[in-house]
């Protein structure tokens, strides 16, 4: 079964800063996407940035961005410029061809300060 | 276009009651699928329903069922409930086509089972 393992419970940083959000996954498919989700308090998922994995450059969004290492199974996302509003859970998750789900890790609480 | 739109926000049951939750899909959007989120983990895959019927099924006991009707909006039944039930229960949907790939969530139900 696929697992997805985010090993930070909880971050900090100041406003305007960045910060780096891990996570590793298991597979032994080829074919599959990566996604990392944000859970503010309204507790709706909201999509922040999607990798296939095929695509061998890393998925940028505006200020978020992801470092995808696939023979490392690593997939960390970056939040340049922190604003206030990103204070929220995120949430990696998987997705294999075929599958009709999402596989979600524990999430990261991240919090940032003014 | 308003979402995925669930009802109700919050609720309270007690043990051994039955409990439906509704989720009205995305306008234009034929597949609804579900999750639980128990506090402080991430959300699991409980089913999901494509033409009234069920695709795919996570890793629920029968006592979680559900329905799709021809509008697209979809219910979740939890009989004989269990203190474990406890959790946001969210509603996810998507065209079939684009599953996962472009899902959106609706913002949940929570249950409290005392």
């Known amino acids: 079964a696929q697992t997805v393992t985010q090993s930070q419970p909880e971050m900090s940083v100041q406003e305007a800063e960045t910060v780096t959000l891990s996570c590793t996954y298991d597979t032994s498919e080829n074919n599959y996407y990566l996604f990392w989700y944000k859970q503010p308090p309204s507790r709706q998922m909201i999509l922040v940035i999607r990798q296939e994995a095929y695509k061998q450059q890393n998925a940028t969004e505006n200020r978020f961005s992801v470092n995808f290492q696939k023979a490392a199974k690593s997939f960390s996302l970056k939040i340049s410029d922190s604003q206030l509003g990103d204070t929220a859970m995120y949430f990696c998750?998987?997705?294999?061809?075929?599958?009709?789900?999402?596989?979600f890790g524990k999430g990261t609480k991240l919090t940032v300060n003014p | 276009d308003a979402g995925v739109t669930q009802s109700p926000t919050h609720l309270i049951k007690t043990r051994g009651q039955q409990v439906t939750l509704r989720c009205s899909p995305k306008?234009?959007?034929?597949?609804v699928s579900w999750y639980q989120q128990a506090l402080g983990q991430g959300p699991q895959f409980i089913f999901q329903?494509?033409?009234?019927?069920?695709?795919q099924r996570g890793n629920f006991p029968d006592r979680f069922s559900g329905h799709q009707f021809p509008n697209y909006s979809s219910e979740l039944n939890v009989n004989a409930l269990l203190l474990g039930d406890s959790a946001l229960y969210l509603c996810?949907?998507?065209?079939?086509?684009?599953?996962?790939?472009?899902?959106?969530f609706g913002s949940g139900t929570q249950l409290s089972v005392l």
């Open positions: 329903y494509y033409e009234e019927e069920e695709r």
């Open positions: 306008s234009g959007h034929d597949t």
């Open positions: 998750a998987f997705y294999e061809g075929g599958s009709e789900k999402l596989v």
């Open positions: 996810a949907s998507s065209l079939l086509r684009t599953a996962v790939e472009k899902l959106f």
